[in-house]
């Protein structure tokens, strides 16, 4: 069956360590991948995409892995604070149509 | 202001009744979604719209309709709720210039639904 796996029990880190967030799917093919914050009580608001044939991608403290063999895709926060603490959702588009497959999302606490 | 507005943002009604979920936005985007979001699942889409003259089914399509009245306006009804359609509901937009697969989407804060 297909699905698409992410930590479901939050995760805890200090201020100012890297957060590591995994995404693994199983029969699916996307040829994109997105990632999404979500705050409680608001809607998903956009972060990163990732292509199928780029192996990273980067945007200030954020980085996007994408490990197509693995089927995996990794999340990561550099220099973490307590601001970032946040659901994070990711969500696969298999044929670029925008159609997006969501995970459930792993929720971040950063403690000071 | 909102580039896409829910409304409302909470609801609470009965079973059986009748109910309309609406969604505008200033965004200028063409593509507009609906999703459900329940405890412990990822988003699940509805209904999604590549403009005013196109409507498709998403994953979870029964028991919803969708009326596309303009671009920028897209609602999801509900012809006779019942319980197991109490969820957070969210409307999004996305714009095809960005090209195949490059089409980031942009939320509403969600509607909270409750059928008693």
């Known amino acids: 069956s297909q699905k698409i796996e992410q930590n479901s029990e939050a995760l805890n880190i200090q201020e100012g360590k890297t957060a590591t967030l995994t995404c693994n799917y199983t029969n699916y093919s996307p040829a994109y991948l997105q990632w999404y914050r979500q705050d409680p009580g608001r809607g998903p608001v956009f972060l990163l995409l990732?292509?199928?044939?780029?192996k990273e991608k980067r945007k200030e403290r954020l980085k996007v892995t994408f490990d197509t063999t693995l089927k995996q895709s990794l999340f990561h926060i550099t220099a973490s604070q307590p601001a970032d603490s946040a659901t994070y959702l990711c969500a696969l588009d298999e044929g670029g149509y925008n159609k997006l497959i969501f995970g459930a999302g792993t929720r971040l606490a950063v403690h000071p | 202001d909102a580039d896409v507005t829910q409304t409302p943002r909470n609801r609470i009604t009965k079973t059986g009744k009748r109910i309309m979920l609406e969604c505008s936005q200033t965004?200028?985007?063409?593509?507009m979604y609906w999703y459900r979001q329940d405890p412990g699942l990822g988003l699940r889409l509805i209904y999604y719209?590549?403009?005013?003259?196109?409507?498709n089914k998403g994953e979870i399509s029964d028991g919803y309709s969708v009326s596309r009245q303009a671009q920028a306006k897209f609602s999801l009804s509900l012809e006779s709720a019942i319980p197991n359609q109490t969820a957070l509901y969210f409307c999004?937009?996305?714009?095809?210039?960005?090209?195949?697969?490059?089409?980031?989407?942009?939320f509403g804060d969600g509607t909270r639904l409750s059928i008693l």
């Open positions: 965004k200028g985007h063409d593509r």
């Open positions: 719209s590549f403009d005013v003259k196109d409507i």
């Open positions: 990732i292509r199928e044939n780029e």
């Open positions: 999004a937009t996305s714009d095809p210039s960005g090209g195949v697969g490059n089409q980031p989407q942009h």
